[in-house]
């Protein structure tokens, strides 16, 4: 019988996407750690992909590659990962662009290649990752989760990266709407909305003076840290989190407060 994700927090087969750095290579890392065999989905080579994998906890663990722009070729890579591991039980959406942008600062040909470069990761993107995976977690008898890395920026607007705010937005409604949808296939599906992260993709903006303003919007005076978010997103993968499907967790130190 297909493992029940229900029943047994190891030895999952788990689909990281963008886990090549920073966060997701993070959250890699905490499932190899907890025994879980792990396929890292980048559009880095495959060979360096395959040396970060060669560095994890375990074995079993394998890379594939794809730009989430590209459907085909998230068929194809979804797929490949899935015969590799042998089945799949945890889906984590975590890829995604950041790149400024601001409305009256850019012009018409920027804004209009911003929009249609970063909404292409980030929500089609994942979309496609998460179709293409459900195909094959729908069919496990112990069902499944899905966990979406979103942002803070969902909520509180985003007026440099503005298509990176609506498309997290966009990405918090379809973790939603699909947490209704495959809840009676027992696959629970949930998100994480981080504030800043130490990680390569925020380093320039991390850097003074503009990085002090930013720490200082959290009472702790720091930004988050990418096992932080791992942490997290294991947590919301696991036994334990069914219940917690249709959930968008805040991880922002407090920076910003929904109501």
């Known amino acids: 019988m297909a493992e029940n994700v229900s029943e047994s927090n190891g030895g999952r087969a788990v689909l990281v996407t963008g886990a090549a750095r920073g966060i997701g290579w993070a ?21 360096a992909a395959e040396k970060l994998v060669a560095g994890l906890d375990g074995n079993g663990h394998v890379a594939v590659q794809a730009d989430l722009t590209d459907g085909d070729a998230v068929l194809a890579a979804v797929d490949s990962a899935v015969t590799r591991l042998g089945g799949l039980d945890v889906l984590v959406n975590n890829a995604g662009v950041f790149t400024a942008h601001p409305i009256t600062e850019v012009d018409y040909a920027t804004w209009q290649e911003q929009w249609r470069a970063t909404l292409a990761v980030n929500l089609v993107g994942a979309a496609n990752v998460t179709w293409c995976a459900v195909r094959h977690m729908k069919e496990r008898d112990g069902g499944g989760r899905i966990v979406n890395v979103s942002s803070r920026g969902a909520f509180r607007g985003e007026p440099d990266v503005p298509a990176y705010g609506a498309g997290k937005a966009g990405l918090n409604s379809l973790t939603q709407s699909l947490a209704l949808a495959l809840a009676p296939y027992r696959i629970a599906v949930s998100a994480v909305a981080p504030g800043f992260v130490a990680t390569d993709m925020t380093t320039e903006w991390l850097k003074p003076p503009g990085g002090d303003e930013i720490r200082a919007q959290s009472p702790f005076g720091r930004v988050g840290e990418p096992d932080e978010i791992a942490a997290a997103v294991f947590y919301l993968a696991s036994a334990q989190a069914e219940w917690a499907s249709g959930a968008v967790l805040d991880l922002n130190g407090a920076s910003y407060l929904r109501t």
């Open 27 to 47: 959250i890699a890392r905490r499932f190899a750690k907890a025994g879980d065999r792990v396929a890292i989905l980048d559009r880095v080579p495959v060979e």
